[in-house]
């Protein structure tokens, strides 16, 4: 499959006689690359690339039209390809609205109380797999522990850390509720009211488990985007992330906050360790050692 939106909906035109034509290469979203297109009845979509098995990929989109059924604003993927690497292109249904203009209190509270209404949706859906956390060892790609134990003297501080965390009798994440593993304030779309309108960019797959563990995961993401030099994406206010912490601190027990906590470590060092970015990797050693040292 090509390397641009217009190449992809060539090859799935070609391939699945959709029809669908290009609108424009869409701006939010975190996975990048996705595309508005329009089906030939005139709904509108969005084509994106699932980098997971189309297995997985189509597993997700059973999960999406279950969930979709019972009110909650995800979306629906109309159509999976399978692509010649074994993972999928995705075509969805395009949901209304945009990320908010700014990152502040109340859209935190928007997204703190979307992510409650996802309690439980998968109580009866085992099969979907609970993400292992990697605590005790790498993971088969990612994380892995040598990033970590190759970099200084710090980083190799909070690994012991991580592995001490990981040698506790609970170590791995459990429960029924439905993951969104890249719960970002640029996934989450809201109406000009202020009202949330969708969760997107699922294209890392449905995950089970518990909702609290994303809310560690936004933490960390509005950290970043806060000390970005440009501001960050959508002016994340300080306000915003003390909400966060105070959600982290009332929904979980401190043994758990710090099990996410350390895997949430691990993940984002792994990735910014081998940008090379010193100014990047320094603010996530930081933010690791806040909670786990």
């Given at each position: 499959m090509g390397d641009g939106p217009r190449e992809w909906i060539a090859e799935i035109n070609h391939r699945t006689g959709s029809g669908l034509s290009f609108v424009e290469v869409a701006a939010q979203g975190e996975s990048g690359g996705a595309a508005f297109v329009r089906w030939p009845d005139g709904r509108d979509g969005v084509v994106t690339h699932a980098p997971i098995p189309p297995r997985q990929a189509r597993q997700t989109a059973e999960v999406l039209a279950t969930v979709r059924a019972a009110g909650l604003p995800v979306p629906r993927h109309d159509l999976v390809l399978e692509l010649a690497d074994?993972?999928?292109?995705?075509?969805?249904?395009?949901?209304?609205g945009s990320p908010p203009r700014r990152t502040d209190v109340h859209a935190i509270e928007a997204m703190l109380a979307i992510n409650e209404r996802f309690a439980r949706l998968l109580a009866d859906r085992p099969d979907v797999v609970i993400p292992p956390l990697y605590l005790r060892k790498s993971g088969p790609v990612f994380p892995r522990h040598e990033t970590l134990a190759g970099y200084s003297d710090r980083s190799r501080r909070l690994l012991r850390l991580i592995r001490e965390v990981g040698n506790a009798e609970r170590h791995?994440?459990?429960?029924?509720?439905?993951?969104?593993?890249?719960?970002?304030?640029?996934?989450?779309?809201?109406?000009?009211?202020?009202?949330?309108?969708?969760?997107?960019?699922?294209?890392?797959?449905?995950?089970?488990?518990?909702?609290?563990?994303?809310?560690?995961g936004l933490r960390f993401d509005l950290t970043w985007a806060a000390a970005a030099p440009d501001g960050g994406y959508n002016g994340v206010e300080r306000k915003a992330i003390d909400r966060v912490d105070e959600a982290l601190e009332t929904t979980m027990t401190p043994q758990l906050l710090r099990m996410y906590w350390a895997y949430w470590t691990l993940y984002k060092l792994h990735w910014v360790i081998r940008s090379g970015i010193r100014s990047v990797i320094d603010l996530h050693l930081r933010l690791g050692e806040s909670r786990l040292l």
């Amino acid at each position: 499959m090509g390397d641009g939106p217009r190449e992809w909906i060539a090859e799935i035109n070609h391939r699945t006689g959709s029809g669908l034509s290009f609108v424009e290469v869409a701006a939010q979203g975190e996975s990048g690359g996705a595309a508005f297109v329009r089906w030939p009845d005139g709904r509108d979509g969005v084509v994106t690339h699932a980098p997971i098995p189309p297995r997985q990929a189509r597993q997700t989109a059973e999960v999406l039209a279950t969930v979709r059924a019972a009110g909650l604003p995800v979306p629906r993927h109309d159509l999976v390809l399978e692509l010649a690497d074994g993972t999928a292109a995705v075509v969805q249904e395009r949901l209304p609205g945009s990320p908010p203009r700014r990152t502040d209190v109340h859209a935190i509270e928007a997204m703190l109380a979307i992510n409650e209404r996802f309690a439980r949706l998968l109580a009866d859906r085992p099969d979907v797999v609970i993400p292992p956390l990697y605590l005790r060892k790498s993971g088969p790609v990612f994380p892995r522990h040598e990033t970590l134990a190759g970099y200084s003297d710090r980083s190799r501080r909070l690994l012991r850390l991580i592995r001490e965390v990981g040698n506790a009798e609970r170590h791995e994440m459990a429960g029924d509720d439905l993951v969104h593993t890249d719960f970002t304030v640029p996934n989450v779309l809201f109406d000009d009211s202020g009202q949330v309108t969708g969760v997107v960019d699922w294209n890392f797959g449905v995950a089970r488990g518990d909702r609290h563990f994303a809310l560690v995961g936004l933490r960390f993401d509005l950290t970043w985007a806060a000390a970005a030099p440009d501001g960050g994406y959508n002016g994340v206010e300080r306000k915003a992330i003390d909400r966060v912490d105070e959600a982290l601190e009332t929904t979980m027990t401190p043994q758990l906050l710090r099990m996410y906590w350390a895997y949430w470590t691990l993940y984002k060092l792994h990735w910014v360790i081998r940008s090379g970015i010193r100014s990047v990797i320094d603010l996530h050693l930081r933010l690791g050692e806040s909670r786990l040292l």
